[in-house]
């Protein structure tokens, strides 16, 4: 990365690419961007895609995001996203696009870390495959005792699972990227969550080293940037993509906090984006 490169908001993908900025938001079209994108430039795909789950039925899986994903105490805290309510064929047929984008995208020892559930895991890895990335496993992330789903009568839907793959033979270990663990405790914290899927900080910054440092991370569905922060924190440079400004406009200041080494908490312009915020 170029000495002293740009922390700035306004970075575009070309920037973080050629090594002039760490980071950048893209508000729009994951898809787009995608498409956009020169070939061969990421190192690495960590992204947790809306997953169109949160029922069996149709009418189950065109409830807003909120009653589908949140826990009742923690209701209206968050903003609805949108892209959530495809059928399991629509989904999958969605994501292999944007994987096949992805992997065109990627360079020849890429690799891609997708964010399922128990109900979407089947699609997902079959989309890997239509995106022509080689599938080679699956990471639970457990939540711990008393996270996750209650299933009365049945077993807590406790974990959600990281669907990995490669482009071709995976690359020898370099400096900076040891063998990661296949399994991750880690609870959800309400601290550390500013989306109503938001993931775990710590549990981003343990898979973005996947890519070695320095190397080019993207995230295409960033939500509130928890990735972002994570390949920030963790050395490695990245692009987010996100349609909901809403969440853009977080994933912005957070990035920017994190390459500052502050707390975007401590910025009083959180206030207004957090919908039901005092
Ligand atoms: C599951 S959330 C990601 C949450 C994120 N991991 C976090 O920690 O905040 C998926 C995000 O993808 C966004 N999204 C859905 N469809 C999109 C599209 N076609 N292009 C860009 N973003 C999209 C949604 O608005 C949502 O914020």
């Given at each position: 990365m170029a000495q002293g490169a740009s922390v700035t908001r306004t970075a575009t993908p070309a920037d973080v690419i050629a090594g002039a900025a760490r980071w950048c938001v893209v508000e729009g079209d994951a898809l787009a961007l995608l498409a956009s994108l020169p070939d061969g430039c990421v190192d690495a795909v960590v992204t947790d895609p809306p997953y169109s789950s949160g029922g069996m039925m149709r009418a189950d899986r065109t409830r807003n995001t909120d009653a589908k994903y949140t826990r009742t105490e923690s209701q209206g805290r968050n903003a609805d996203f949108t892209g959530d309510s495809r059928s399991q064929r629509a989904f999958i047929m969605w994501c292999s696009l944007w994987m096949e984008e992805a992997r065109r995208a990627s360079s020849a020892e890429g690799r891609i870390i997708a964010f399922t559930d128990w109900r979407q895991i089947a699609c997902t890895i079959d989309a890997v495959e239509c995106g022509g990335w080689i599938y080679r496993g699956i990471v639970p992330w457990n939540k711990g005792s008393g996270g996750g789903r209650p299933i009365p009568g049945g077993f807590r839907a406790?974990?959600?699972?990281?669907?990995?793959?490669?482009?071709?033979?995976?690359?020898?270990?370099?400096?900076?990227?040891?063998?990661?663990?296949?399994?991750?405790?880690?609870?959800?914290?309400?601290?550390?969550?500013?989306?109503?899927t938001g993931k775990p900080t710590s549990l981003m910054r343990d898979l973005v080293r996947i890519a070695a440092p320095g190397a080019v991370i993207i995230d295409p569905f960033a939500g509130s940037g928890t990735t972002g922060v994570a390949a920030i924190s963790e050395g490695r440079r990245v692009i987010l993509c996100e349609r909901v400004p809403e969440y853009a406009e977080i994933a912005r200041r957070r990035c920017e906090a994190a390459a500052q080494g502050t707390d975007w908490r401590a910025d009083p312009r959180q206030l207004s984006l957090l919908k039901g915020a005092p």
């Open positions: 406790q974990c959600e699972y990281a669907v990995w793959g490669s482009i071709g033979p995976l690359p020898k270990p370099e400096p900076g990227v040891g063998v990661l663990d296949g399994f991750y405790t880690v609870p959800n914290s309400q601290d550390d969550k500013h989306h109503q």
